[in-house]
């Protein structure tokens, strides 16, 4: 196989599906369970887990590390350590792939207790598990699902602190909004990350397939690097036990994927609520393609403000605006699901 990030120079990449959706669906996760710890306390579940989606159609897997700092796993008393947890996951995902697929060494946010820690032990934190990933034989890290830019930055410096030359993947989680969490558009994202040591650049997780298109569509215009995009399969409604199920149809999700590879992404895989058989039909949206021509924009200059602009006069409520009006409209999110 040619190098990671040269085959994703020559042809869109078809990653894998949800290891928590897939792995909870069959009991092994439960609530307050750390799903990282059945690659040492349950691998044989994990590799199928892998296989499936190998046989689904997947070029690139992601190892079953997500969630693997050390403060998670200390929080859910699990009497193992992030680096060999990810060595295990590495070598699952590595054995399973059989020199047939590229291996990801998946890595997310450090779990909320770390924010107690100072910045060497979070950086720490983060180090352990690159190592143990790198150790089991991983293509490149990913870094996923990141809502915080400054976080997102600190991860990078931490993952080059353990290793100056592995191919690393910063992606974030966008909302339907266009923004994260915390407001970083996909074009703020890209500008902090121009000068950063990341070799591709995407998105996760975050507001279904609709927002992942959008946010494709800006980053293609605004960087040469590879793109990759793991969308969630639509967003989640919650069943009478409030556990997350999603029924969005798998032909939507793959004719998704197809759009992302009409406008320029290199790698397309899926999130949340993801399953083998969405990878199935991705494949078929989009196997053998060669990644899309993009057309580069040149980001305006924000236009200067006059300082003589006069105060635009807004109605102080709604009921005071309707006074005045013979009629109105309203904007209605439609319902979840």
Excluded: W
Aim: hydrophobic letters at 40%; one cysteine or more.
């Amino acid at each position: 196989m040619e190098p990671f990030l040269e085959a994703l120079m020559h042809r869109v990449l078809v990653g894998d599906g949800a290891y928590g959706t897939l792995l909870a669906s069959r009991g092994l996760v439960v609530g307050g369970g750390v799903g990282p710890v059945l690659n040492i306390a349950k691998p044989n579940f994990v590799l199928s887990a892998h296989q499936e989606y190998l046989d689904a159609g997947s070029d690139v897997i992601e190892t079953n590390t997500f969630g693997a700092d050390p403060m998670a796993l200390s929080a859910a008393e699990a009497n193992v350590t992030s680096f060999d947890v990810c060595k295990a996951g590495a070598e699952l995902a590595r054995q399973a792939a059989d020199g047939k697929a590229y291996v990801l060494g998946a890595i997310g946010p450090l779990f909320r207790s770390s924010a107690k820690l100072t910045d060497d032990e979070r950086s720490d934190c983060i180090a352990q598990q690159v190592k143990g990933l790198i150790a089991g034989g991983v293509d490149a890290v990913l870094l996923e699902t990141y809502p915080d830019l400054p976080e997102l930055l600190f991860a990078i410096e931490a993952v080059r602190s353990a290793s100056a030359d592995v191919p690393l993947i910063a992606q974030m989680a966008f909302t339907l909004a266009g923004t994260t969490t915390t407001g970083t558009s996909p074009e703020r994202m890209l500008k902090a990350l121009a000068d950063q040591p990341v070799d591709v650049i995407g998105a996760n997780c975050g507001g279904g397939e609709s927002a992942a298109i959008e946010v494709c569509r800006r980053m293609v215009e605004l960087t040469e690097k590879p793109i990759s995009i793991f969308p969630n399969r639509g967003l989640a409604d919650f069943d009478d036990h409030g556990r997350p199920i999603y029924i969005e149809s798998s032909d939507y999700f793959a004719r998704s994927a197809r759009r992302l590879a009409d406008l320029g992404a290199n790698l397309i895989g899926g999130c949340c609520g993801t399953t083998p058989e969405d990878i199935r039909k991705l494949k078929v949206q989009i196997n053998a393609r060669k990644p899309s021509m993009r057309h580069m924009r040149v980001p305006a200059e924000p236009a200067a403000v006059e300082e003589t602009r006069e105060p635009i006069q807004v109605q102080a409520t709604l009921d005071a605006d309707l006074r005045t009006r013979t009629g109105g409209v309203a904007d209605v999110a439609p319902p979840r699901g």
